[in-house]
Structures are given as C-alpha cells and as structure tokens.
C-alpha cells in the first residue's frame, strides 16, 4: 500500500528566508507525487505535481519540489518566504495501481515569523 | 466559477441523527471522491466515484454511505452520526489524464465542519 511520511509537524521560518518541506513516500513503482497548500478555513490548493520526466518540478507561487527515487522523497522548496505562505501543507502520492487514488501525509504547518 | 461546491459550510448534529452532506462539480469530471481531515492525519479517503452510477469504498468508509446518480453530484449520508465522525469534510473532482499542466490535478471544495455531540 501506498503511504506518505512528512516528517516536521511545524516550521517557523523568518520571512525573507529559504524554506524547505520533506515528504517521503512508500510505493514500489514511480508514483504520482503532488503538493498541495491549505490556508486557514480554506479547501486545498495545488502547487505542484510530479508524473515523469524532469525530476524537478517548478509549481505556482514560486515553489518548486525535487523527485528523487533513490531517496524516495519529493521535498518542497521556496528560496524566499513571505508572510502569505504561512500555511499547512500537504504531499500526497497516488498511482494507477491504486485506482489513482490519493494517499495524503499528515500535513506541515508553516509559520512565517516578520 | 466553475469548482465544487459544498454545502453546508458548518454543521452540529446530535449523536444518531442523519445527514447528507453535498458536493456538486461544474467541469464534468468523471472522478469524484470525499475526504475527512482530522488534525495530524492529513486527509482520509472516505468514498470515491469513477463516473455515474460507480462508487467504491476508500480507506475509512464505515458510517458513510454515497451515490452518484449524475456526473455532477455526489452527496455523502451519515447514517447516524457518531462523536468519532467529528471532522472536516472535503469533496474532490479530479481533472481527466491527457490534459497538460491540468491532468489529474484535483480541485477541492472548501469543506465542511461538522461537530458531532
């Protein structure tokens, strides 16, 4: 079965500063990997997402994230944070094995300090 | 604008009692699924549907029943509610494969809260 790890339950980054999210996942063939981002009160947004081809994966909002097979991750990455990207998210994972369903991680919660 | 949309926004229902919760899609997608979010666990799969008339079970469907008898909606039925369904719920519709940058991307509605006493 398909399963995500995020391993940090919170970050506090100082806005200005690099930020970056790790996801690990657990899937025998080359997953589907996505990001998604929830703000407050607020349904989920997609960032980016991952089917094949170049391993580094540029989504909205100036985000970016890497595959790497070898390590089973698809860490997210933003060289400079604002105040507006405090936020929860989420990685998730899904594959045609399993009816393209999605398996999501159990989220990251980012505070951007000023 | 075309999304999906979930009403009611915010619910408290008394241990035992029914509901229906609704989610409708305006893009015609085929592939509709309902979620629970609780804190700490991400998003749970409940149900999904892979287009009218098919419904299948996802990781926690017990308590929840749905149907789907038009490609547009896709309400999920609490049968008697229960404190342990204390949750966030959110509907998806996934964009078809083939369709660039857009393919498989899954459009969420913005949830419902639903407190169970």
């Known amino acids: 079965a398909q399963s995500v790890t995020q391993p940090d339950i919170h970050i506090t980054v100082s806005e200005g500063a690099s930020l970056e999210l790790r996801c690990n996942y657990s899937?025998?063939?080359?997953?589907?990997l996505f990001w998604y981002v929830q703000s407050p009160g607020q349904g989920l947004q997609l960032l980016l997402k991952?089917?094949?081809?170049?391993?580094l994966v540029q989504g909205i909002k100036g985000f970016e994230a890497e595959f790497k097979r070898s390590q089973s991750s698809f860490n997210l990455r933003k060289p400079s944070v604002h105040w507006s990207d405090a936020a929860e998210y989420f990685c998730?994972?899904?594959?045609?094995?399993?009816?393209?369903?999605?398996?999501f991680g159990g989220g990251t919660r980012v505070l951007v300090k000023p | 604008n075309a999304g999906v949309t979930q009403t009611p926004k915010f619910q408290v229902l008394k241990t035992g009692q029914s509901m229906t919760l609704q989610c409708a899609q305006d893009?015609?997608?085929?592939?509709m699924s309902w979620y629970r979010q609780d804190p700490g666990m991400g998003l749970r799969l409940i149900h999904y549907?892979?287009?009218?008339?098919?419904?299948d079970q996802g990781e926690v469907p017990n308590g929840y029943n749905v149907s789907r008898s038009t490609t547009e909606d896709f309400p999920l039925r609490l049968l008697s509610a229960a404190p342990s369904q204390t949750s966030v719920y959110f509907c998806?519709?996934?964009?078809?494969?083939?369709?660039?940058?857009?393919?498989?991307?899954?459009?969420f509605g913005s949830g419902t809260r639903l407190t169970v006493v």
């Open positions: 549907s892979v287009g009218a008339g098919i419904t």
């Open positions: 893009m015609n997608h085929e592939y």
């Open positions: 899937y025998g063939a080359t997953p589907y």
């Open positions: 991952y089917f094949s081809g170049d391993t």
């Open positions: 998730a994972v899904g594959s045609k094995a399993a009816g393209n369903k999605l398996t």
């Open positions: 998806a519709s996934r964009t078809p494969p083939g369709q660039g940058a857009l393919g498989y991307g899954y459009t």
